[in-house]
């Protein structure tokens, strides 16, 4: 509804329950703070943004098995921030490592490889890498 206060708020609210009931590295914490970011960046506060997708990050690497797909949705949510920043090499970095935690944790023909070779191509474009970029989206289109 583009009520981002009001999502903060209540998303903030839920983070400091969650701090009180959870262990300090419990994945719900990572799911909170990945929320809160997501509001930030649909602001256009990407500091704060990224500040809370990477204390997401934090959480999940100690919360979760090294090839989780949540790790990989991490590294994405980082990835398409730095894409909105401008600062595409730390975009196209966060990308490629969670595209490789997906070969790993998915089987070979699951559906968010798209959406991974989407952004990677996305982000070639933004740098003017047209072939790569191209290269990417039709590899997201296979």
């Given at each position: 509804?583009?009520?981002y ?5 209540s998303y903030?609210?839920s983070?400091e ?22 509001v930030?960046?649909h602001?256009?506060k990407?500091?704060k943004?990224?500040s ?5 990050l934090e ?28 600062e595409y090499?730390?975009?196209l ?5 969670s595209?490789?935690i997906k070969?790993?944790?998915?089987p ?6 798209a959406?991974?070779y ?19 989206y ?5």
């Open positions: 509804m583009g009520e206060s009001k999502a903060l708020l903030e609210r983070l329950i969650e701090k009180i009931a959870l262990p300090p590295n419990h994945p719900d914490l990572a799911v909170s703070y990945n929320n809160i970011g997501s930030y960046s602001m256009g990407y500091s943004a990224l809370s997708y990477e204390r997401s959480i999940n690497k100690i919360a979760l098995p090294p090839n989780h797909p949540n790790l990989a949705a991490s590294y994405n949510n980082i990835g398409l921030l730095y894409n909105n920043m401008g090499s730390k975009a970095s966060s990308h490629e490592q595209l490789e070969k790993i944790a998915l070979p023909n699951h559906s968010d490889f959406g991974s989407n952004n990677i191509g996305m982000v070639y474009s933004h740098m003017g890498e047209y072939s790569k970029a191209l290269l990417s039709e590899r997201s289109l296979e």
